[in-house]
């Protein structure tokens, strides 16, 4: 196993952890978290789970950079990739969106957009084609990630401004779900539609 796919294996396990920090129910237990009190007040569980979610997001960037520049690429790696980015972005939208931070459409159009993006690679890879990362798609990607990001640490420094930056960047990318979407689509309609 190489290294990228190492860090990817890193990804899920701190993927994991931060869903465990962002769902357990740590008043059941007589667990108070404390709200981080300034300008702002800020849950810490939403401080050590966003310096989590950096970490996880730059070992994304990085095993990805690593695969290619050393040629590393494997289809263990980008399956086991795949997998990372969904169980990092997906199950915190949720999270976000059940605790009305963000829309509920949000995670409903991301997790829409990546099951028919991945039928769409599978049929192809049936095929023996392989369907190219696009543009769009890395554009939704870095926005969300740093939306969700921003969205962790309550909008800062962008609060004192009185300006949404983190659900700007949120919302852009959930179009630009939509528009990767209809290009993967478009791009591949022939290799799904023959024999």
Same mark, same amino acid.
């Given at each position: 196993?190489n290294?990228?796919t ?7 396990f701190l993927?994991i952890?931060?869903?465990?920090? =962002?769902?357990f129910?740590f $008043?059941? @237990?007589?667990?108070? %978290?404390? *709200?981080?009190?300034s300008? +702002?007040?800020?849950?810490l569980?939403?401080?050590?789970a ?7 997001s730059?070992t ?14 494997t289809d =263990?790696?980008?399956?086991? $990739?795949s @997998?990372?980015?969904k %169980?990092? *972005?997906n199950?915190?939208? +949720? ?6 931070l963000?829309?509920?459409?949000v ?8 099951i028919v993006?991945n039928a ?12 190219a990362?696009?543009?769009s798609?890395?554009?939704?990607t ?34 630009m ?12 309609r ?6």
């Open positions: 196993m290294l990228p190492k860090l990817t294996i890193v990804r899920i993927a952890v931060l869903m465990l920090l =962002l769902i129910p $008043d059941l @237990i007589g667990v108070e %978290i404390p *709200v981080v009190r300008v +702002i007040d800020m849950d569980r939403y401080i050590i966003g310096g989590i979610f950096i970490v996880a730059l994304d960037f990085l095993d990805g950079y690593l695969a290619r520049r050393y040629d590393m690429v =263990l790696g980008k399956m086991l $990739d @997998i990372a980015d %169980i990092l *972005v199950p915190v939208l +949720i999270i976000f969106s059940a605790e009305g963000i829309h509920p459409l995670p409903v159009i991301i997790i829409t957009r990546d993006v769409i690679k599978m049929e192809a890879s049936i095929k023996g084609r392989v369907v990362a696009i543009s798609g890395k554009i939704k870095a926005t969300m990630l740093l939306g969700m990001t921003l969205l962790f640490f309550s909008n800062m420094p962008f609060e004192y401004l009185g300006v949404r930056v983190d659900l700007f960047f949120i919302y852009f990318a959930t179009i779900s939509l528009v990767s979407m209809v290009q993967y689509y478009s791009i591949n022939k290799i799904l539609f023959t024999d």
